[in-house]
T-cell receptor
């Protein structure tokens, strides 16, 4: 079945460091890929997405490129801020039309220290 | 758009009591999802609906849990009787049809069963 594997957390970085959170997936067909972010005490928010191979999703300085050849969708940011501290979830959407549930990874907790 | 609206935000109840969580999806979204999030088990899909019809309830823990969607603008998740192990944050999410669309999550209901 469909699955998403994220790097284990927690991840702790200093402010202005470069961030990479790895995400790989297994799916039938051509899934759409997503990154969600969850700040403390809140629900998950869509951060960025990509719907086909070689697409790059970007938002708030974060980027991720849909790599079909490596089945990956790694999240990157060039210079993190304390406000980026949150839990990040990678997800995919596949299956049959009308049965489009998301499959989530386990989440990666990111802490940025000043 | 008001987003996905969940109520109550917090619920504290005694073991054995009935608990009802409520969700109003975004107007025009035709899929609705109920998730449970705990530290130990992460994010778990409980049930989801397409066009008000339950499609997959395999994540519902046991018969004490039930969910309904009587119309396109309202859904409930009921636990009867509640137990301390049901303590978690329960999220509702909705989406429009199509693989390229992600979920919009509500802010969640934090349930504590004592």
């Amino acid at each position: 079945g469909d699955s998403v594997t994220q790097m284990e957390g927690p991840v702790t970085l200093s402010e202005e460091a470069f961030l990479t959170i790895n995400c790989t997936y297994t799916a039938t067909g051509y899934p759409s890929l997503f990154w969600y972010v969850q700040y403390p005490g809140e629900g998950l928010q869509l951060l960025l997405k990509a719907t086909k191979a070689d697409d790059k999703g970007s938002n708030k300085g974060f980027e991720a490129t849909y790599r079909k050849e490596t089945t990956s969708f790694h999240l990157e940011k060039g210079s993190v801020q304390v406000s980026d501290s949150a839990v990040y979830f990678c997800a995919l959407s596949a299956g049959n039309f009308g049965n489009e549930k998301l499959t989530f990874g386990t989440g990666t907790r990111l802490t940025i220290i000043p | 758009d008001a987003g996905v609206i969940q109520s109550p935000r917090h619920e504290v109840t005694e073991m054995g009591q009935e608990v009802t969580l409520r969700c109003k999806p975004i107007s025009g979204h035709n899929s609705l999802f109920w998730y449970r999030q705990t530290m130990m088990r992460g994010l778990e899909l409980l049930i989801y609906f397409n066009n008000n019809v339950p499609i997959d309830d395999s994540g519902m823990p046991e018969d004490r849990f039930s969910a309904k969607m009587p119309n396109a603008s309202f859904s409930t998740l009921k636990i009867q009787p509640s137990e301390p192990r049901d303590s978690a944050v329960y999220f509702c999410a909705s989406k429009t049809q199509g693989f390229g669309y992600g979920y919009t999550f509500g802010s969640g209901t934090r349930l504590t069963v004592v």
